[in-house]
């Protein structure tokens, strides 16, 4: 078993920034793929960003893209998502994920962005961006 516990939301005015943290526990070896997912009310789910074991490979969403920046830390099992120039449409609830006991089977944006190949959720933590 994984458990995800995210932390660094908040209220930030546009053009703010904020970083999230997620550090995974409950292992003794860093999961394979961790991301980040946001939902905004009324709406659904939404992939953000994701980044490999290695840390090698990270895939971002259109609307993040050049703004946000996935990092992790294996020695901590530790995920960030560091997020530049908020706007109104990031407000959402945020939440990590990680795909862990289970083999990866693609590299592709497609794989990574699909929510059905993480098997660990966080909680989730609030976002607010003021305009």
């Known amino acids: 078993q994984v458990q995800l516990g995210e932390s660094g939301g908040g209220l930030v005015q546009a053009g703010g920034s904020l970083s999230l943290s997620c550090a995974a526990s409950?292992?003794?070896?860093?999961?394979?793929?961790m991301g980040w997912f946001r939902q905004a009310p009324g709406k659904e789910r939404e992939f953000v960003a994701a980044?490999?074991?290695?840390?090698?490979?990270?895939y971002y969403a259109d609307s993040v893209k050049g703004r946000f920046t996935i990092s992790r830390d294996n020695a901590k099992n530790t995920v960030y998502l560091q997020m530049n120039a908020l706007t109104p449409e990031d407000t959402a609830v945020y939440y990590c994920?990680?795909?862990?006991?289970?083999?990866?089977?693609?590299?592709?944006?497609?794989?990574?962005?699909?929510?059905?190949?993480?098997?660990?959720w966080g909680q989730g933590t609030q976002v607010t961006v003021s305009s």
């Open positions: 409950g292992r003794t070896s860093s999961p394979y793929i």
């Open positions: 980044i490999s074991r290695s840390g090698s490979r990270t």
């Open positions: 994920a990680a795909r862990a006991d289970l083999p990866v089977y693609s590299n592709t944006y497609s794989y990574y962005a699909n929510q059905a190949q993480y098997n660990y």
